[in-house]
Nanobody
Framework: QVQVVESGGGLVQPGGSLRLSCAASGSIISIYSMGWYRQAPGKQRELVADISTGIGPYYADSVKGRSTISRDNAKNMVYLQMNSLKPEDTAIYYC?????????????WGQGTQVTVST
């Protein structure tokens, strides 16, 4: 079984910054990709950024230039640094892990962390 836990969300003013963290633990053999998704009220979940082995980072146009995704393979962690935050960045941010575990393919999600950008 694989556990995915996000942290680092909160309330921030427009123009501010946040760093989200995600830790994966459990019966993990290897991780192929680690990504961040978000879901705003009344909207579908969307990919924000991900980083895959041998491919490198991908960013949605909405966050490109304002966000940086990075991962620590030794710790099975992924981070999302978000700068110049806008009210439209308000959402629940979810971490997704895709890889191989002792019981086969892993495609696991965390419970999410709330990011609110407001004055």
């Amino acid at each position: 079984q694989v556990q995915v836990v996000e942290s680092g969300g909160g309330l921030v003013q427009p123009g501010g910054s946040l760093r989200l963290s995600c830790a994966a633990s459990g019966s993990i053999i290897s991780i192929y990709s680690m990504g961040w998704y978000r879901q705003a009220p009344g909207k579908q979940r969307e990919l924000v950024a991900d980083i895959s082995t041998g491919i490198g980072p991908y960013y949605a146009d909405s966050v490109k230039g304002r966000s940086t995704i990075s991962r620590d393979n030794a710790k099975n962690m992924v981070y999302l640094q978000m700068n110049s935050l806008k009210p439209e960045d308000t959402a629940i941010y979810y971490c997704n892990i895709v890889g191989l575990g002792e019981r086969g393919r892993i495609d696991s999600w965390g419970q999410g962390t709330q990011v609110t950008v407001s004055t």
